[in-house]
Protein backbone atom coordinates (compact mmCIF):
# COMPACT_ATOMS: atom_id res chain seq x y z
CA UNK A 1 0.00 0.00 0.00
CA UNK A 2 1.25 3.32 -0.82
CA UNK A 3 2.45 5.68 2.03
CA UNK A 4 -0.38 8.59 0.40
CA UNK A 5 -2.87 8.39 -2.12
CA UNK A 6 -5.20 9.93 -3.96
CA UNK A 7 -7.69 10.42 -6.45
CA UNK A 8 -6.01 9.51 -9.88
CA UNK A 9 -8.06 12.36 -11.66
CA UNK A 10 -8.07 14.65 -13.28
CA UNK A 11 -11.07 15.99 -13.16
CA UNK A 12 -12.55 18.50 -15.54
CA UNK A 13 -15.20 20.91 -14.10
CA UNK A 14 -17.06 24.07 -15.18
CA UNK A 15 -15.97 27.13 -13.76
CA UNK A 16 -17.98 27.47 -10.76
CA UNK A 17 -18.43 24.05 -9.63
CA UNK A 18 -17.38 22.60 -6.71
CA UNK A 19 -14.65 19.87 -6.33
CA UNK A 20 -13.29 17.61 -3.78
CA UNK A 21 -10.68 15.53 -3.50
CA UNK A 22 -9.75 12.46 -1.50
CA UNK A 23 -6.76 11.52 0.07
CA UNK A 24 -5.87 8.30 2.18
CA UNK A 25 -2.33 7.43 4.16
CA UNK A 26 -1.10 4.30 5.36
CA UNK A 27 0.39 5.29 8.60
CA UNK A 28 -1.68 6.11 11.75
CA UNK A 29 1.60 7.79 13.50
CA UNK A 30 1.50 10.40 10.69
CA UNK A 31 1.84 13.99 12.45
CA UNK A 32 0.86 16.64 9.99
CA UNK A 33 -1.22 17.23 6.74
CA UNK A 34 -0.91 19.56 3.81
CA UNK A 35 -2.84 20.20 0.37
CA UNK A 36 -0.25 21.68 -1.54
CA UNK A 37 -0.76 22.73 -4.91
CA UNK A 38 1.60 22.48 -8.04
CA UNK A 39 1.07 24.09 -11.62
CA UNK A 40 2.99 23.04 -14.20
CA UNK A 41 6.47 22.24 -14.52
CA UNK A 42 6.82 24.37 -11.16
CA UNK A 43 7.74 23.90 -7.81
CA UNK A 44 4.74 23.10 -5.29
CA UNK A 45 3.33 25.54 -3.13
CA UNK A 46 1.51 24.97 0.08
CA UNK A 47 -2.35 25.71 -0.17
CA UNK A 48 -3.14 24.85 3.43
CA UNK A 49 -2.58 22.65 6.74
CA UNK A 50 -4.78 20.26 7.46
CA UNK A 51 -6.38 19.77 10.88
CA UNK A 52 -8.79 17.16 13.13
CA UNK A 53 -11.17 20.43 13.53
CA UNK A 54 -11.43 21.22 10.13
CA UNK A 55 -9.86 24.45 8.66
CA UNK A 56 -11.17 26.64 5.63
CA UNK A 57 -9.81 29.55 3.69
CA UNK A 58 -11.45 31.20 1.32
CA UNK A 59 -13.31 29.24 -1.34
CA UNK A 60 -11.18 25.94 0.05
CA UNK A 61 -12.40 23.72 2.82
CA UNK A 62 -10.11 21.08 4.14
CA UNK A 63 -10.88 17.79 6.59
CA UNK A 64 -8.89 15.32 8.39
CA UNK A 65 -10.04 12.19 9.86
CA UNK A 66 -7.56 10.79 11.51
CA UNK A 67 -9.12 7.49 12.53
CA UNK A 68 -10.17 6.57 9.07
CA UNK A 69 -6.58 8.00 8.02
CA UNK A 70 -8.32 10.31 5.15
CA UNK A 71 -7.92 14.12 4.27
CA UNK A 72 -10.24 16.06 2.26
CA UNK A 73 -9.48 18.86 0.01
CA UNK A 74 -13.04 20.83 -1.20
CA UNK A 75 -12.75 23.57 -3.50
CA UNK A 76 -16.00 25.78 -3.97
CA UNK A 77 -16.55 28.15 -6.84
CA UNK A 78 -14.01 27.28 -8.92
CA UNK A 79 -11.96 29.18 -11.32
CA UNK A 80 -9.84 28.95 -14.09
CA UNK A 81 -7.24 29.94 -11.80
CA UNK A 82 -7.67 26.74 -9.98
CA UNK A 83 -6.37 24.33 -12.84
CA UNK A 84 -3.82 22.56 -11.07
CA UNK A 85 -2.23 19.64 -9.73
CA UNK A 86 -3.56 19.21 -5.89
CA UNK A 87 -1.06 17.31 -3.72
CA UNK A 88 -1.45 15.69 -0.39
CA UNK A 89 1.06 15.54 2.08
CA UNK A 90 1.68 14.06 4.98
CA UNK A 91 4.65 14.83 7.95
CA UNK A 92 5.94 12.70 10.79
CA UNK A 93 5.93 9.89 8.86
CA UNK A 94 9.97 8.85 9.44
CA UNK A 95 11.20 12.29 11.16
CA UNK A 96 9.04 15.31 12.29
CA UNK A 97 9.75 17.00 9.19
CA UNK A 98 9.99 14.51 6.51
CA UNK A 99 6.81 15.13 3.88
CA UNK A 100 5.79 12.14 1.74
CA UNK A 101 3.57 13.26 -1.38
CA UNK A 102 0.85 11.99 -2.98
CA UNK A 103 1.10 11.42 -6.51
CA UNK A 104 -1.44 14.51 -7.11
CA UNK A 105 -4.66 14.92 -8.24
CA UNK A 106 -5.22 17.31 -11.52
CA UNK A 107 -7.90 19.83 -11.74
CA UNK A 108 -8.54 21.11 -15.58
CA UNK A 109 -11.64 24.28 -15.19
CA UNK A 110 -13.05 25.21 -18.49
CA UNK A 111 -15.01 28.43 -18.58
CA UNK B 1 7.17 33.95 2.72
CA UNK B 2 10.63 32.78 3.00
CA UNK B 3 12.63 32.63 -0.54
CA UNK B 4 14.31 29.59 -1.74
CA UNK B 5 15.97 29.98 -4.51
CA UNK B 6 17.68 26.95 -6.60
CA UNK B 7 20.47 27.34 -9.84
CA UNK B 8 20.44 26.79 -12.36
CA UNK B 9 16.71 26.43 -13.29
CA UNK B 10 17.85 23.97 -16.11
CA UNK B 11 20.57 22.15 -17.77
CA UNK B 12 21.08 19.74 -20.32
CA UNK B 13 24.59 18.02 -20.71
CA UNK B 14 25.84 14.76 -22.26
CA UNK B 15 26.14 11.07 -21.07
CA UNK B 16 28.76 11.16 -18.25
CA UNK B 17 29.35 14.74 -17.28
CA UNK B 18 28.55 15.69 -13.73
CA UNK B 19 25.71 18.69 -12.98
CA UNK B 20 25.92 20.46 -9.83
CA UNK B 21 22.49 22.10 -8.52
CA UNK B 22 22.41 24.77 -5.73
CA UNK B 23 19.98 25.41 -3.53
CA UNK B 24 19.99 28.54 -1.45
CA UNK B 25 17.30 30.14 1.32
CA UNK B 26 17.93 33.54 0.81
CA UNK B 27 16.21 35.01 3.69
CA UNK B 28 16.90 32.79 6.42
CA UNK B 29 19.21 30.30 7.75
CA UNK B 30 18.33 26.62 7.27
CA UNK B 31 19.96 24.35 9.07
CA UNK B 32 18.53 21.27 6.78
CA UNK B 33 17.55 20.95 3.18
CA UNK B 34 15.96 18.90 1.58
CA UNK B 35 16.19 16.88 -2.10
CA UNK B 36 13.59 16.00 -4.03
CA UNK B 37 13.39 14.01 -7.75
CA UNK B 38 9.95 14.62 -9.92
CA UNK B 39 9.97 12.20 -12.16
CA UNK B 40 6.79 13.15 -15.00
CA UNK B 41 3.36 12.17 -14.08
CA UNK B 42 4.85 11.08 -10.33
CA UNK B 43 4.89 12.35 -7.26
CA UNK B 44 7.51 13.97 -5.81
CA UNK B 45 10.49 11.60 -3.75
CA UNK B 46 12.58 12.58 -0.93
CA UNK B 47 16.07 11.55 -1.79
CA UNK B 48 18.54 13.09 0.92
CA UNK B 49 18.11 15.21 4.15
CA UNK B 50 20.78 17.80 4.33
CA UNK B 51 21.88 18.64 7.21
CA UNK B 52 24.24 22.15 7.98
CA UNK B 53 28.18 20.71 9.30
CA UNK B 54 27.20 16.73 8.55
CA UNK B 55 26.78 14.26 6.20
CA UNK B 56 23.57 13.76 4.26
CA UNK B 57 21.19 11.14 5.07
CA UNK B 58 19.83 9.13 1.98
CA UNK B 59 16.59 7.39 1.59
CA UNK B 60 16.64 3.93 0.58
CA UNK B 61 17.76 3.13 -3.37
CA UNK B 62 19.41 6.30 -3.89
CA UNK B 63 23.07 5.96 -4.26
CA UNK B 64 25.30 8.60 -2.34
CA UNK B 65 28.08 8.39 -4.22
CA UNK B 66 26.35 8.82 -7.25
CA UNK B 67 23.91 11.87 -5.55
CA UNK B 68 26.32 14.32 -3.74
CA UNK B 69 25.34 16.51 -1.40
CA UNK B 70 27.27 19.34 0.57
CA UNK B 71 25.59 21.64 2.94
CA UNK B 72 28.81 23.67 3.89
CA UNK B 73 26.70 26.74 5.11
CA UNK B 74 23.22 27.69 6.59
CA UNK B 75 21.98 29.06 3.57
CA UNK B 76 23.53 26.79 0.78
CA UNK B 77 23.16 22.94 0.08
CA UNK B 78 24.55 21.21 -3.30
CA UNK B 79 23.83 18.09 -5.36
CA UNK B 80 25.90 16.88 -7.69
CA UNK B 81 24.93 14.33 -10.18
CA UNK B 82 28.18 12.30 -11.24
CA UNK B 83 28.43 10.50 -14.35
CA UNK B 84 24.82 11.52 -15.54
CA UNK B 85 22.90 9.47 -17.67
CA UNK B 86 19.84 9.96 -19.32
CA UNK B 87 17.53 7.88 -16.25
CA UNK B 88 18.82 10.87 -14.60
CA UNK B 89 16.38 13.02 -16.43
CA UNK B 90 14.27 14.43 -13.76
CA UNK B 91 13.02 18.12 -11.95
CA UNK B 92 15.06 18.28 -9.03
CA UNK B 93 13.84 20.32 -5.74
CA UNK B 94 15.32 21.34 -3.09
CA UNK B 95 13.21 23.02 0.17
CA UNK B 96 14.89 24.30 2.99
CA UNK B 97 13.21 23.86 6.77
CA UNK B 98 12.56 26.87 8.22
CA UNK B 99 12.01 26.56 12.50
CA UNK B 100 10.28 29.47 14.27
CA UNK B 101 9.05 29.67 17.81
CA UNK B 102 5.83 27.58 16.99
CA UNK B 103 5.87 26.30 13.19
CA UNK B 104 8.14 24.14 10.97
CA UNK B 105 7.96 24.98 7.39
CA UNK B 106 9.79 23.56 4.50
CA UNK B 107 10.07 26.53 1.62
CA UNK B 108 10.75 24.54 -1.95
CA UNK B 109 12.87 26.11 -4.45
CA UNK B 110 11.28 26.67 -7.69
CA UNK B 111 13.41 23.15 -9.37
CA UNK B 112 15.57 22.30 -11.69
CA UNK B 113 14.87 20.48 -14.65
CA UNK B 114 17.82 17.94 -16.14
CA UNK B 115 18.07 17.08 -19.51
CA UNK B 116 20.68 14.34 -19.84
CA UNK B 117 21.26 13.46 -23.62
Known amino acids: RKEVEQDPGPFNVPEGATVAFNCTYS??????FFWYRQDCRKEPKLLMS???SGNEDGRFTAQLNRASQYISLLIRDSKLSDSATYLC????????????FGKGTMLLVSP | GAVVSQHPSWVICKSGTSVKIECRSL??????MFWYRQFPKQSLMLMATSNEGSKATYEQGVEKDKFLINHASLTLSTLTVTSAHPEDSSFYICSARRLASSTDTQYFGPGTRLTVL
Open chain 1, 27 to 32: NSASQS
Open chain 2, 27 to 32: DFQATT
Open chain 1, 89 to 100: VVSGNRGYSTLT
Open chain 1, 50 to 52: VYS
